[in-house]
């Protein structure tokens, strides 16, 4: 049996199986409790809604893009109030290196999603390559990612039955399966004074992660284009900055964002996100020193809004200065000692 995991920003699950279980897709479906609506398909990618705060998890060619080491972590929780909804924590880290003159990007990461009986964990490394474009420039980056997949298939459970379908079906696994795969993501990113956009593919080698001798988990490719723009008002104290984030995969399954984020003294954010038949978001963040934090709440404009406390997301950061220019660093002397 294998089971595709789609990149959307949608929740549920395909299963691709042979055509002898063709007819039993409905009922593991809801025995998995990973069919939550909006679609019977899942995403590799993580569902994140702040995805400017985030962008190398969504194209490797965007990290490194001022002169600081930054580090990041995000809590998400998909459809609070709906069993077996998406849950997902990550932290990265990526900080710019100079080499032979050349402007580079390292990064790393770590995520964590649980959706349903589905847990998958992944290891990401990240590099980057600046060209300069005049006063703009182009990154080139590139990961390669190792990932762990479990299925907890001691954890299915039928109640009443269901028709078709027994526990002991050889259609569902007796009990927990897992499996490693490595992946990759390719991407280009763009920066200009005003504008930035970036393209990347994601899920690049789109493998089959093997569960055990009759169980397959499939991730498929997906592309996502992330463009922003940066209005600063003539008195400074306002920044306005509409972005827009799109996902589609190799199934058709897509995803939308449309995003303006309002910035106040360079220290206060509110942010709205529109997501085309899905969802409404509001987000709040505040810049304090060389930290962030940031909060936004998505509420389903679809019918789960009625069985759902919508999608809650946290993002924090930190950034420290690096000096890249390889010169010597000052000295001070007390002024106890002149």
């Given at each position: 049996?294998?089971?595709?995991?789609?990149?959307?920003?949608?929740?549920?699950?395909?299963?691709?199986?042979?055509?002898?279980?063709?007819?039993?897709?409905?009922?593991?479906?809801?025995?998995?409790?990973?069919?939550?609506?909006?679609?019977?398909?899942?995403?590799?990618?993580?569902?994140?809604?702040?995805?400017?705060?985030?962008l190398?998890h969504?194209?490797?060619?965007?990290?490194?893009?001022?002169?600081e080491?930054?580090?990041?972590?995000?809590?998400?929780?998909?459809?609070e109030?709906?069993e077996?909804?998406?849950k997902?924590?990550?932290?990265?880290?990526?900080?710019?290196?100079?080499?032979?003159?050349?402007?580079?990007?390292?990064?790393?990461?770590?995520?964590?999603?649980?959706?349903g009986?589905?847990?998958?964990?992944?290891?990401?490394?990240?590099?980057?390559?600046?060209?300069?474009?005049?006063?703009?420039?182009?990154?080139?980056?590139?990961?390669?990612?190792?990932?762990?997949s479990?299925?907890?298939?001691?954890?299915?459970?039928?109640?009443?039955?269901?028709?078709?379908?027994?526990?002991?079906?050889s259609?569902?696994?007796?009990?927990?399966v897992?499996?490693?795969?490595?992946?990759?993501?390719l991407?280009?990113y763009?920066q200009?004074?005003?504008?930035?956009?970036?393209?990347?593919?994601?899920?690049?080698?789109?493998?089959?992660i093997?569960?055990?001798n009759?169980?397959?988990?499939?991730?498929?490719r997906?592309?996502?284009l992330?463009?922003?723009y940066?209005?600063?008002?003539?008195?400074?104290?306002?920044?306005?900055?509409?972005?827009v984030?799109?996902q589609?995969?190799?199934?058709?399954?897509?995803?939308?964002?449309?995003?303006?984020?309002?910035?106040?003294?360079?220290?206060?954010?509110?942010?709205l996100?529109?997501?085309?038949?899905l969802?409404?978001?509001?987000?709040?963040?505040?810049?304090?020193?060389?930290?962030?934090?940031?909060?936004?709440y998505?509420?389903?404009?679809?019918?789960?809004?009625?069985?759902?406390?919508?999608?809650?997301?946290?993002?924090?950061?930190?950034s420290?200065?690096?000096d890249?220019s390889?010169?010597?660093?000052p000295t001070?002397?007390?002024?106890?000692?002149?």
């Amino acid at each position: 049996m294998r089971w595709g995991y789609d990149a959307s920003g949608s929740l549920g699950a395909t299963y691709l199986m042979r055509k002898q279980y063709s007819n039993k897709i409905k009922g593991l479906c809801l025995l998995a409790m990973i069919s939550l609506g909006q679609g019977l398909f899942a995403q590799t990618t993580l569902p994140l809604g702040q995805y400017t705060e985030l962008l190398p998890h969504f194209n490797p060619a965007g990290l490194a893009l001022g002169s600081e080491l930054y580090l990041r972590a995000m809590h998400n929780r998909q459809l609070e109030g709906l069993e077996g909804a998406s849950k997902s924590f990550l932290v990265m880290g990526d900080m710019p290196i100079s080499w032979l003159g050349v402007r580079q990007g390292l990064g790393v990461q770590m995520s964590n999603q649980q959706i349903g009986l589905f847990k998958d964990t992944e290891l990401t490394a990240r590099y980057a390559l600046r060209l300069k474009l005049g006063k703009s420039y182009l990154q080139v980056g590139l990961g390669g990612s190792i990932i762990s997949s479990t299925f907890e298939g001691s954890k299915i459970f039928i109640p009443g039955g269901v028709e078709g379908l027994s526990p002991t079906d050889s259609a569902l696994p007796a009990g927990d399966v897992s499996g490693r795969g490595i992946d990759a993501q390719l991407g280009v990113y763009y920066q200009a004074e005003r504008y930035y956009a970036g393209l990347s593919v994601n899920q690049l080698l789109a493998p089959d992660i093997v569960l055990d001798n009759l169980y397959r988990r499939e991730r498929i490719r997906s592309y996502t284009l992330v463009a922003g723009y940066n209005y600063r008002t003539l008195s400074g104290r306002w920044q306005l900055q509409p972005s827009v984030l799109a996902q589609i995969d190799e199934r058709q399954f897509y995803r939308v964002d449309l995003r303006l984020d309002t910035w106040y003294a360079d220290r206060f954010r509110v942010a709205l996100l529109y997501r085309p038949s899905l969802a409404v978001g509001l987000g709040l963040g505040m810049r304090f020193g060389k930290g962030y934090i940031g909060y936004q709440y998505e509420l389903p404009t679809t019918e789960l809004r009625r069985a759902s406390w919508g999608n809650h997301e946290l993002v924090a950061t930190y950034s420290m200065p690096i000096d890249l220019s390889g010169g010597k660093k000052p000295t001070y002397k007390s002024i106890r000692l002149l």
